[in-house]
DNA sequence: ATACAATCTGGAGTTAGCTCCAAGTCAAGA
DNA sequence: TCTTGACTTGGAGCTAACTCCAGATTGTAT
């Protein structure tokens, strides 16, 4: 598969699917005799993990540790499970933010939807006032 | 409640808090006479929505569009909702990437915690293969 | 064989979001 | 009053993650 293939597969631009491999958050791509880039299915296999995970905010150096350590060989096992625990605590941790986010825009919006009909906005005591987000209650 | 105060209450630094006031993601603090910034109940409120906006990944930019549009008056609250639901949308996208990623952790780290006992990874047919993401079936 | 599009590389440039700094001002204790 | 430490500003610097570019090479259609 071409990486304009591989590109459209997964909405990358062929500059990120390159920079992805040079500081190795996809392993060595396999390449054409001529020395362009032809995806295997292993290699979309790291592309696609690596787009997931990098689109829930994984940084880049963690994921290059896990490459590393998958390249150095079954011995890194302990070390790779590790390294996957930590960053699932990480991803929790940002829905845990979302979610938080998601409950005072809920607020807000509830807020605004009633101040569209009546041109002002009223805050009840449970929610908070003016346009920023103070509770009354602390 | 001076800008360390409010630094500490919710882990940000004064840097940063400056940094919000001046490109307008939140409205200007009260000061003090001499000039020093004196958060005032309302200050913090604002505070507090535009951290765990950011906290979500919301922009910069899009936040301080709501405080501009905030200190316009009550005419742009139909404007204001609409930027609300917008903002919603994106950070139900953000968590839909993050329960993504947790359910393709989730597979990984199983298959991981069998390897740690046998030494050896063992990817079956509906989890994909190697270390990479790939789904055997596609 | 030739044109033309796609890809290659190394390196420079860009953007968002802070973060640091210097030089000056303000405020509380001895 | 003096000292010490927190706060002020404007502006420069930094990091992560791309993104763009020039000039060379490869692959494909005529």
Redesign the pocket.
Known sequence: M????VCSKFGI????L???E?VGVIPE?H???????DYTEEDIGWVETAACF?SAG????LLAAYVRLYKEGDSTIPERCELLREARARILAERQKCDDALAKMDAKIKVYEKAVQTGKLVWDDDQGCCSCGRTKKE
């Not at 071409?2 to 293939?5: D, G, L, P």
């Open positions: 071409t990486i304009k293939e631009s062929p500059d990120t390159r920079y992805y040079r791509v390449r054409t005799p001529g020395g362009i880039r990098r994984m940084p880049i150096d």
